[in-house]
């Protein structure tokens, strides 16, 4: 196990009703004048927006509103919303949403302490030193953003899609209600899924060895997500389920199951030229893509693959055979994802093969390799994209 | 699942050499002079303490001194280090040491601001309103109290043990060295294992359905501790197996494998009793009473105890007949603590029968029953204790 620092002071208020203490908890973590930011339909649809606001409004919290967020959140929106906080002196961004809505939240509040342009944070590297406090009430469980300091954004003009991370960004509250994705089509669910599993395989695939405590955690998630999401996908309304995967999809990418070890994250950033260029779900993205990494870098670690194949998917293992029992694994995650109604190639996400010359050109590698479990340079990412585009059952 | 709010803003420093850092997190976390509180022996011995100070010192903050703290620590030394830091203005407790340690130091922390008795919020449920914040430097992977809000502390005159919980006193941070661990000596070893796996047990054991994810999340730390328990007693010094124990202590303690449900915690209310009594280890006590309470109580769920009996335990399902797989279990957990050398009845504990009636009477539930999995009254108590005092392999 690597040394490691582990901080979450997220504070999870978690299960039914609970969006109506949103500003019991703003003012706890010292919101004087919130900004409500949104994407719109179904929040405003759903009378979501109207309760966060009473709750606001009975708790003393003045606001202004910004909506319109966009699956794979754009830039140009968050320099709207640093100029919108500065002008009303903002110092709390509430996001009412899912993975995209946060992170254009958690961009706005790097921005506005932030002299220079906020994309600076993502395109250098360089560290956020300030940022205002943000707080969520999340209405999809999927990409983790409720409970992490990572942001992903979208550049508008040239479309490339980029993060940053730090603990500065990570929301002082989080309030997670199941019942607000009893509503969500399967198809939204099943990518909020692929996506909860694939932040735990992108840390469960390492070459740090001796970490039996975080595989066991991240198998935990796996083995959840596994039994409770055909249920929901069955029966949307299922509060139950609905609650395991939610609670799975946080302690999924708190990284608390991935502490101490190297952890990989090519496969999101392969899938994050497919979403930037095709604008597809980010999840059904990763349906396409995370298997086709698997097939491609399997033999690096058999036993590894092995592993998940016997302990996660439930397969015999084949002491004779031990790479038959890690493909078997591959091929059950595949099945699974197609299942739950994901894309599994090219075809089905609407991606197209001649396209790759140009996503391995935009993935921006050049001569040089990934790092992670295994290093990956552009003809191997081509090959990843060549599988993906081409897989079948 | 039930509604839950899960909130855990201690920061872990986990690894190699940590301790080094210790000054710079006081400093980070607003010590502007540290009580510095201590058992006494090994931490002195090793030249912990001189580490830990001359990082404090190079980081600028002056410091005094309390050693003396006891296993089952008592009121009276909280009462001196509440006069102490009071006298001394200190802003901040630094413990070193294990649960005890840790958990006088968080009494002080409660002490130190309130006008009344700090055993005010041990005896009449009184709720910490303020507290000093409290750093850890750990050296025993046990009792959790390093991401726990939660504090026993002994009362000197009678010898009552109680206990108190409170967000406020959770530790700032806390420094996790494994290597601090490697010399400890495989009794205290064992009972720290034995004191995790029955803080996952407590949770586990619930009458709270739907709760896939905190049921595989206990099985995770239960399963490495099964994994990683044998290896540190066949080999003290093996870092990565101390790791995976370290972090998994931490991991079993902080609540987010038990949030969502309802919890038990009558084994540990049992066993207090007897370390009360016989100063014995906690971790050896609950060798004792743990697998004596589930024999008692596993009829009012055969299915879980199955449950764990084949997840956790590798045992086979017996279709055929659930109740012999879960006695099964049971006798798996009773062998495996018998071979990492714990007692597993009275007389290997230092325990006498003749005492049980002394033992119901200090419990003081009087004609009540308990909460829990499963409701006790005095009798069920006592018959607890007896299936305890007889236990074999």
């Known amino acids: 196990m690597n040394n490691f620092n582990f901080y979450s002071p997220t504070e ?116 956020i030193e300030r940022a205002i406090p943000v707080g969520t009430v999340l209405t999809i469980a999927a990409a983790g953003s409720e409970g992490s300091g990572d942001a992903v954004i979208t550049k508008e003009a040239d479309g490339l899609k980029r993060g940053t991370g730090s603990d500065l960004i990570r929301p002082r509250f989080s309030i997670l209600n199941p019942e607000l994705t009893c509503t969500l089509p399967a198809y939204q669910t099943a990518c909020g899924a692929t996506d909860i599993m ?43 389920a609905r609650s395991n995967i939610m609670w799975a999809g946080t302690v999924a990418h708190t990284n608390i199951v991935g502490v101490g070890r190297e952890q990989d994250w090519n496969s999101h950033g392969i899938e994050h030229e497919l979403s930037a260029l095709y604008d597809c779900a980010h999840g059904a993205g990763l349906a396409v893509i995370m298997p086709a990494w698997m097939t491609y870098v399997y033999k690096h670690d058999v036993m590894r693959f092995a592993q998940v194949a016997v302990r996660v998917w439930g397969c015999s293992m084949n002491f004779a055979d031990p790479e038959a029992t890690a493909l078997e694994g591959i091929s059950r995650f595949r099945k699974f994802l197609h299942e739950i109604g994901m894309p599994i190639n090219f075809e089905e996400l609407g991606a197209k093969e001649s396209d790759i010359p140009l996503l391995v050109e935009r993935f921006g590698i050049g001569d040089g390799k990934t790092g992670g479990f295994v290093h990956l340079s552009a003809a191997d990412i081509a090959e990843i994209y060549r599988i993906a585009a081409h897989a079948s059952l």
Chains 1, 2 share one sequence.
């Open 198 to 240: 694939a932040h735990v395989f992108e840390r469960y695939f390492t070459n740090t060895t001796e970490v039996e405590i975080t595989d066991r955690l991240c198998e935990a998630v796996l083995q959840t997500m596994i039994k409770e999401t055909p249920r929901v996908i069955a029966d949307p309304a299922n509060y139950d």
């Open 12 to 127: 999870f208020v978690f299960g039914k009703g609970r969006e109506s203490d949103a500003g019991f908890y703003a003012k706890k973590y010292g919101g004087t004048k919130v900004l409500l930011h949104y994407g719109g339909g179904s929040a405003v649809r759903s009378g979501l927006l109207d309760r966060v606001k009473q709750s606001l409004t009975a708790n003393g919290i003045p606001f202004c509103e910004l909506g319109g967020v966009k699956p794979n959140p754009r830039d140009t929106l968050v320099y709207e919303g640093i100029e919108l906080c500065r002008k009303e002196q903002i110092d709390m961004i509430l996001a009412v949403g899912g993975g995209s809505t946060i992170d254009s939240s958690k961009a706005i509040a790097m921005g506005v302490p932030y002299a220079g342009d906020f994309w600076d944070f993502f395109s250098t590297g360089k560290q």
